[in-house]
């Protein structure tokens, strides 16, 4: 019995101390957890209200004709934006680079415009405006109106007869903030 007492005492004894060890390393949890998401705004450029035809409906051009070249830039979007216009008019012969027969005028003065090599196209690189988009305000207005004249010069000789013109309008955007280190090469920046 004596060793059956002492068994059980040392079981107790190992228990109890068992206890205490464990107890002794017993500690207190908690936790939490919190995950945030966000979206990346948005930069969205539209053309609308564009001229559909350079002839105004004339069917054909004459020297001294100018009819009305606009478009407007609209941001769709949430961010801010600078916006270049671009306007190229290709002619399928070469222009007077001192007296273009095609040209772009506003108030009646022709744009500055760069020749291209051969003088078949003159490039006109529009002052850069700035946009708000619906949440970054960084702009007077989400839209721009471009008011210009196409025009077929009054001097234009016999020589232009049956010539054929274009007009391309290009509009460049890019988010007005934290874009400054990227320069003014639109083209480069636009082909990101």
């Given at each position: ?13 190992i ?134 004249l ?20 290009q509009?460049?955007a ?19």
């Amino acid at each position: 019995m004596k060793l059956k007492k002492t068994f059980v005492t040392n079981v107790l004894s190992i228990a109890i101390i068992a206890t205490m060890l464990i107890g002794a390393f017993s500690y207190f949890t908690d936790y939490q957890e919190k995950k945030l998401t966000a979206n990346a705004g948005t930069l969205s450029l539209e053309m609308t209200d564009a001229t559909e035809d350079l002839t105004a409906n004339l069917t054909i051009l004459n020297p001294g004709d100018a009819n009305e070249l606009k478009f407007t830039a609209n941001n769709t979007g949430e961010k801010s934006m600078d916006v270049k216009a671009v306007i190229t008019v290709s002619a399928n012969q070469s222009m007077d680079e001192n007296d273009p027969q095609y040209k772009i005028t506003s108030n009646g003065t022709a744009l500055n415009g760069v020749f291209s090599d051969q003088g078949k196209t003159i490039t006109y690189t529009i002052d850069d405006v700035i946009l708000s988009g619906s949440i970054e305000t960084d702009g007077n207005s989400t839209k721009h109106q471009y008011n210009y004249l196409f025009e077929m010069d009054a001097d234009a000789d016999n020589t232009w007869q049956d010539s054929n013109v274009s007009v391309n309008i290009q509009l460049y955007a890019k988010q007005h903030r934290n874009s400054s280190e990227l320069g003014t090469d639109w083209t480069s920046i636009v082909e990101k």
